[in-house]
């Protein structure tokens, strides 16, 4: 499963009424060990409501309380959203998530608050589209997706992140996905599915995501390579011509 499975899902109630669709989710830093990082990450609840200005601007977290004036008008759009916990949801479909609750008997937490043991983070605002750096500050591609690994109990964890074409284009969905994912089959030597990075290689989670290993040790280094050589040193005037 990917977190882009989730993500943007339409969410249905225990009485069949759609109330909203899957804006982001949150995550607990209380699975098992995964490498340096430490605790691996597991789905906490779904946020539904939309993942917009505020959620980027960080409004959703109870310690960013300014500019006053923006905190006020852009933090409304944050508090109060109802979210599902992974023992909420009865099934997941294509494009669709049912609950086994009615809509108002959901959570509606103020704000993305940290628990006292653990840590909460946000998919959307901390995790995608962060760019990938390694040891020697070199970009290693970006978070495009998450990998979910599904366990017999408890929610799933994340165990790989997902960067590239071919974990973009399911990100983007409809016609523009179906084309970005068909050129990169295309032009893929491999299967065409997405360059994967374990999880246990993530150092850290700041404004970008450090690595432990060299960008030339990932899949996403194949990838860019592959551009280069066969597509890229082709148009005339590069340099790599």
Do not use: C
Request: zero cysteines; charged letters at 25%; hydrophobic letters at 40%.
């Amino acid at each position: 499963m990917r977190l882009s499975d989730l993500i943007g899902s339409v969410v249905v109630d225990a009485e069949g009424d759609e109330i909203g669709d899957v804006g982001d989710v949150w995550l607990m830093q209380d699975g098992p060990p995964m490498g340096v990082f430490g605790a691996a990450l597991r789905v906490d609840r779904l946020v539904i409501g939309r993942f917009g200005l505020a959620s980027r601007a960080g409004y959703e977290r109870p310690d960013v309380r300014g500019p006053v004036i923006l905190a006020r008008l852009l933090g409304r759009g944050t508090k109060h959203r109802p979210v599902a916990s992974w023992s909420d949801i009865a099934a997941i479909e294509e494009g669709r998530i049912r609950l086994r609750r009615r809509s108002g008997d959901l959570e509606r937490p103020p704000s993305l608050e940290q628990p006292a043991t653990g840590r909460h983070w946000s998919a959307g605002l901390e995790l995608l589209d962060r760019q990938l750096v390694d040891p020697d500050g070199m970009m290693a591609g970006k978070v495009d997706d998450l990998r979910l690994e599904l366990r017999d109990e408890g929610p799933p964890i994340v165990t790989e992140i997902l960067a590239g074409p071919g974990a973009l284009a399911r990100r983007i969905g409809g016609r523009p996905g179906a084309w970005i994912a068909s050129v990169h089959a295309r032009l893929h030597t491999g299967s065409g599915d997405p360059a994967a990075i374990s999880f246990g290689v993530v150092g850290k989670i700041g404004d970008h995501v450090t690595l432990i290993v060299s960008r030339k040790d990932l899949a996403t280094f194949e990838a860019e390579a592959w551009a280069r050589d066969h597509v890229i040193a082709k148009i005339p005037g590069s340099s790599e011509a």
